[in-house]
């Protein structure tokens, strides 16, 4: 019973350190700069990539549908 | 919820953010960097203890996040669940490398950052603070985790099962269990509590 009664006032004990000895941490301001800096260029450029896929989308499509037209096309005549 | 102002037009929230942001608004995704860089920095080092590791791994948090945020499922759970489950992997590979491990030692394992902003900072790196840094990076992953997320970040039960995918009583319960075992681990490095310390004199 004694046994518990420790164990229960050692966590309350370890409780406390806890949450007097852990608090939020700062990162360099520097770091965040750069880290958002390197974010914004690679948004930058992940964004031109975004607007080429459509395109890419629609030629292909044409392609395919180009393709299909010349084949029946053949078929038919044939 | 916390919103700012977008252009003076609009208010971005949290939840239209991640929304704008999935839909390659680099604007959107700045708003979720600037709200979380801090907590994943100090989630990672407390998890790893070496500030430029932190650094990395908190720099390819956002990468990877920024990456696939276009694939992003909003499955009703808070956005920085997913964002903390990034960092968490990362932190698994990063130990599993091994080329990074390395003996280092214990003084310079448990320096905190040097530019962190806490005035009392000298009086806190005490024997007793390094040991109990060092006991918790003992625990397993998910009990780390936990306590971080309790006494750093200073979320509730329920925010963290949802953080980590578990119903409030399994965090409960598995906040029991960390607790036993942080002081498991606190034993057998020397901690003594101020209790003990009293029986002892």
Sequence with gaps: MMDNFDDLVYTSSLEKKLSESLRPLHPDPMFIHSLREKLSQTSNVMVEKQVSHPALWVLGAGLVTGVLLVLLTRRFKG | MESIQNDGLSAITEENAVKRASEGDPEAFSFIYERYVARIYSYIFYRIGSEPDAEDITSRVFYRAFGHIGSYVDKGVPFSAWLYRIAHNLIANWHRDSHRRREVPLED?????????????????????????????????????????????DYSNAEIGEIMGKSEGAIKSLYHRALIALRTEMTKIGYQSENENKEIL
């Design chain 2, 109 to 153: 394992q448990l320096e905190l950052p040097a530019h962190a902003d806490h005035p009392e900072r000298v009086v806190e790196r005490t024997q007793e603070m390094e040991l109990l840094l060092l006991g918790i990076r003992r625990l397993s992953p998910d009990r780390q985790q936990l306590l971080i997320l309790k006494f750093v970040e």
